[in-house]
């Protein structure tokens, strides 16, 4: 494991067709009071002209900007090139749509030197528009000081991926980034949290998420395939379940019911090796709840998945079932409207 070159912070930004965007995200970067800093531009298979963005502004500031030009194969794997190619004590991941605020690094290096047993620092993040507007402050649960990734995790997400500053020997120990095509950075954060890595908190604004007219990877209603779900709520739950989280905890009764729920949704499609998997997940993950995940289980594979799950989500809409008092919301909602 290598510690780095001392106080300088690598910045890593996946980057696929988004010149827009971009040159402001490297600006928010370059403008960090403190000095030390390089810009890893990971071209993620651009094919609009970004790549000629990327090298310009590489060109323009050589001693301070790298371009790696790559495959496309997603931001997971373009983080991961960034990251071993990163030279820096510290580990800064950011979207090349969203941007940094000028203090960022100062007050969170300052906040790991005085903690030195805390591996990662997050602070305020906030949802801006296109023209910097600010829509929510704080964005997601950033304005809470959490002293660990878990069991938060099993409900959202609950910062952004620019949010935290990452020692470098944390990254060396988190391993390398998924290839999951979306949630790569929740799937991430997930082995951090089960290496129990504790966090320091920043009570002070550091990131900007930007909402805009153009596509994120987080819009458009679109999630994990199936299959990769099973990644995905595999790594979820076995990072919990390192560092204790009990199984009556409401974070761990919103896992069953969320993997549950993803199970019929497979079985819907017909894909019933994907809904058992994850109903492994949830019996696996339940309490009070496996005697009905079983239920379950031994109906679909007498009847037919697709069948069973076919009545079963017609009966519920009928009872007008939509959520349960175990399905906690997710940090951006109100409480008034749970996820279903």
């Known amino acids: 494991m290598s510690a780095g070159v001392p106080d300088l912070v690598s910045v890593v930004i996946p980057v696929r067709d988004r010149a827009r965007w971009l040159p402001a995200a490297v600006q928010s970067a370059l403008d960090q009071r403190h000095p030390r800093v390089e810009v890893l531009l990971c071209d993620d298979g651009s094919t609009d002209g970004t790549e000629r963005t990327i090298d310009d502004l590489a060109a323009r500031a050589p001693d301070r900007i790298r371009a790696l030009h790559l495959p496309a194969r997603g931001p997971g794997p373009a983080r991961e090139a960034g990251r071993l190619a990163a030279r820096g004590e510290f580990i800064q991941y950011l979207d090349s749509d969203d941007l940094l605020l000028p203090d960022k690094f100062s007050l969170q290096i300052a906040a790991l030197r005085a903690r030195p047993e805390c591996g990662i620092a997050y602070g305020i993040t906030r949802l801006v528009d296109e023209q910097g507007r600010i829509l929510v402050d704080p964005f997601k649960w950033t304005g809470r000081e959490i002293p660990k990734l878990f069991p938060g995790l099993l409900v959202d997400r609950w910062w952004c991926t620019h949010t935290p500053l990452y020692r470098r020997e944390t990254c060396d120990r988190i391993g390398p980034w998924s290839d999951l095509r979306y949630s790569q950075d929740w799937e991430y954060d997930a082995r951090a949290g089960a290496l129990d890595v504790p966090l320091v908190f920043v009570d002070r604004p550091v990131s900007h998420h930007r909402q805009h007219a153009g596509t994120r990877q987080t819009q458009g209603g679109r999630w994990l395939a199936p299959p990769d779900q099973i990644r995905f709520f595999r790594a979820l739950l076995a990072g919990a379940l390192a560092v204790g989280v009990a199984k009556e905890a409401p974070e761990m009764k919103h896992f069953v019911r969320w993997t549950f729920a ?79």
């Open 262 to 340: 993803a199970a019929r949704a497979a079985a819907r499609t017909g894909d019933g090796a994907s809904a058992s998997g994850l109903l492994a997940l949830a019996e696996s993950a339940a309490i009070g709840s496996a005697r009905t995940v079983r239920a379950y289980r031994r109906l679909s594979e007498g009847l037919g998945w697709r069948s069973v799950a076919v009545v079963s989500e017609t009966l519920r809409s009928w009872r007008g079932r939509r959520f349960g008092r175990d399905t906690l919301p997710k940090s951006w909602m109100m409480p008034e409207n749970p996820p279903c």
